[in-house]
């Protein structure tokens, strides 16, 4: 596995503006992956966050709204942009870490709880 | 048919009892499968993945998965309080490294 942090926790923000979110790992991983998880539903993938490129991004997901960053193989950010109540979720980081013979495993950091009033 | 389906639950068992958490998946996933806890307030904690039809135990833990039937399930045993949490099933889709998640069953075990 691997050891994930998150920054912030939480936060309440003003609708409007926006708030970025830092993902930390403890080893060199290829893969990154941001979701959402709206107030008692499920996990949602918001994009793919790839190292020296672009970040790939879920249908109903666009760059203007979610720029993410990805500088190097240990950290990446997720920005929430001119917010709205709607976006009112938990933002959660994940790394993909190979296990050997092709098995690759995802492990989530602790999430960052983001109320937008 | 959504990709990854579970019952929302919520599933109750007394303490001691073997807890059953069922999960049915369509053609469009991949042949790899996973099971989160996800206590309320935290992020899902991955506890069992699952590649290969049939049992896979660790612990208390039982992932069984019956590719023909197109169903994966995460029994535990002797079931504590202590694994009262909503429980996720999730997927590779997409041929690729994205996961699609079930909409998780809320397990309490009861004293």
């Known amino acids: 596995s691997a050891v994930i942090s998150q920054k912030p926790s939480r936060d309440i923000c003003q609708r409007g503006t926006s708030l970025t979110i830092q993902c930390q790992v403890d080893?060199?991983?290829?893969?990154m992956f941001w979701y959402r998880q709206q107030p008692g539903q499920s996990l949602t993938l918001i994009a793919t966050?790839?190292?020296?490129?672009?970040?790939?991004?879920e249908s109903g997901f666009v760059i203007d709204k979610f720029p993410i960053s990805r500088p190097n193989l240990t950290f990446s950010t997720l920005t929430v942009s001119n917010m709205s109540p709607e976006d009112s979720s938990i933002y959660l980081c994940?790394?993909?870490?190979?296990?050997?013979?092709?098995?690759?495993?995802?492990?989530f950091g602790p999430g960052t709880r983001l109320t937008v009033t | 048919q959504k990709e990854v389906e579970q019952n929302s639950g919520p599933l109750s068992v007394p303490e001691g009892a073997i807890a059953s958490l069922n999960c049915t998946y369509s053609?469009?996933?991949?042949?790899?499968f996973f099971w989160y806890r996800q206590y309320s307030g935290k992020s899902p904690e991955l506890i069992m993945s699952?590649?290969?039809?049939g049992d896979k135990e660790d612990g208390r833990f039982t992932a069984q998965l019956n590719k023909a039937s197109q169903y994966v399930s995460l029994l535990i045993r002797d079931s504590q309080p202590s694994d009262s949490a909503t429980y996720l099933c999730a997927a590779f889709t997409g041929g690729g490294n994205k996961l699609t998640f079930g909409t998780g069953t809320q397990l309490k075990v009861e004293l």
């Open positions: 053609d469009r996933v991949s042949q790899s």
């Open positions: 994940s790394v993909e870490i190979g296990e050997g013979q092709g098995i690759y495993e995802q492990y």
């Open positions: 966050a790839n190292q020296g490129s672009e970040a790939t991004y």
């Open positions: 699952i590649y290969s039809n």
């Open positions: 080893s060199q991983v290829t893969m």
